[in-house]
């Protein structure tokens, strides 16, 4: 009897990340990551321009379904967007995410929360805000500072969720 698995062709991550990019073209969809673990287990990340829907995921994922084939390829398959704890990835994330508050992880040096002002593919900018003792003046004043942040420097960057009502 032959052994299953042997039978069964590995999928490859570079595959479904151009069979997803092609689905999407046209489309503000994106793909944040792709990962293939072991048994053709497939993971997709979706993000959106706008806002990803539970729509956009499942379009994709039928898309996918639809083009890979089970009896060759035996695989299981999960396209979902990334959760509020997942950090930004990708430059269209953070220009998505320009005029959200978020909370950088720098390299070697501690967390900040700012502002995100603007972003490159090499850098980020934040404005952060603090009350601060200004020379010759009693009461603490705000006051508003941006800094730029090299991608490579920091370990990740999360947008913050803010439950202010207006």
């Given amino acids: 009897m032959q052994n299953r698995d042997s039978t069964i062709a590995v999928i ?14 046209g489309t503000p969809g994106f793909i944040v990551d792709v990962r293939v673990g ?21 379009a994709l994922s039928k898309h996918l379904e639809d083009v890979l084939d ?18 930004l990835k990708m430059q269209r994330q953070f220009q998505k995410n320009i005029g959200r508050e978020v909370q950088l992880k720098v390299s070697n040096a501690g967390k900040i929360e700012g502002e995100l002002v603007s ?6 900018t934040i404005k952060t805000r603090e009350k601060m003792r200004i020379e010759g003046r009693k009461a603490r004043e705000w006051v508003e ?3 730029t942040y090299v991608l490579s420097d920091l370990d990740w960057t999360k947008v913050q969720v803010s439950f202010k009502q207006n």
Avoid at 16 to 22: D, H, S
Avoid at 119 to 124: K, M, P, Q, R
Wanted: net charge negative; with cysteine; glycine share 4%.
């Fill in 119 to 124: 972003a490159t593919e090499e850098t980020v």
């Fill in 145 to 147: 500072e941006e800094s």
């Fill in 70 to 87: 089970r009896d060759v390829e035996d695989f299981s398959l999960d396209v979902s967007s990334p959760g509020l704890d997942q950090p």
């Fill in 12 to 25: 490859q991550e570079s595959t479904i990340r151009q069979l997803a990019k092609a689905f999407l073209e």
């Fill in 38 to 58: 072991e048994g053709n287990s497939i993971s997709v990340l979706l993000d959106d321009d706008d806002s990803t829907n539970i729509t956009s995921c499942i």
